[in-house]
């Protein structure tokens, strides 16, 4: 049975993210991920060979964990787990931005069905304008604002987690870096 370490930690400057060599997350290559999961993009060009980010012909250094490529030689596509765990980043991402709308609209719901209780007669109009405009303001406020950098540090913290079980399954040969 593996031991499991604690994922390296995952490094901000001023409040932002701050790629590193241990946890080398790419906002180029999740999106380039994305835009191939959904058949918009070929899983061709040339990326890091470490961590895959898109390099242009010019780079002679990833931009995102500064390994040269003279060193190690880049690569012609995204490897399968490696995109599995850029994949896994983005659903907890969701997941949590998703709860927090839901709440929101609970929320709105709850105190809709409150008012209907409490307001008498024609002025339950209200209830059923706030069911669908409060309910709506509460779901973005909840899920855009206030979940949203929580959702997005807890998906660094899985990236972070999720690369280094790559990195160490790379090494011991149990997957394959091949896409």
């Known amino acids: 049975m593996s031991t499991r370490l604690p994922p390296p930690p995952v490094r901000y400057e001023e409040g932002r993210f701050v790629a590193t060599h241990e946890v080398p997350f790419s906002t180029a290559l999740d999106e380039l991920i994305a835009e191939v999961r959904e058949g918009n993009a070929p899983n061709l060009g040339r990326f890091c060979g470490y961590c895959s980010t898109p390099l242009t012909p010019q780079d002679g250094v990833c931009p995102t964990c500064a390994t040269e490529t003279a060193a ?13 765990v850029y994949t896994r980043k983005r659903k907890v991402e969701a997941r949590i931005i998703h709860g927090a709308a839901w709440l929101g609209i609970s929320i709105g719901a709850a105190i809709s069905i409150g008012l209907i209780l409490v307001l008498p007669g024609w002025t339950k109009i209200f209830a059923v304008i706030f069911l669908v405009a409060g309910s709506y303001y ?13 959702a997005y540090r807890r998906g660094l913290r899985t990236f972070a987690a999720r690369w280094q079980e790559y990195r160490r399954a790379l090494a011991t040969g149990e997957v394959s870096d091949e896409a």
Request: net charge positive.
């Open 72 to 84: 190690l030689a880049p690569r012609e596509k995204i490897p399968r787990p490696l995109a599995a």
């Open 138 to 150: 509460l779901a973005s406020y909840m899920g855009n604002v206030l979940a949203q950098d929580f």
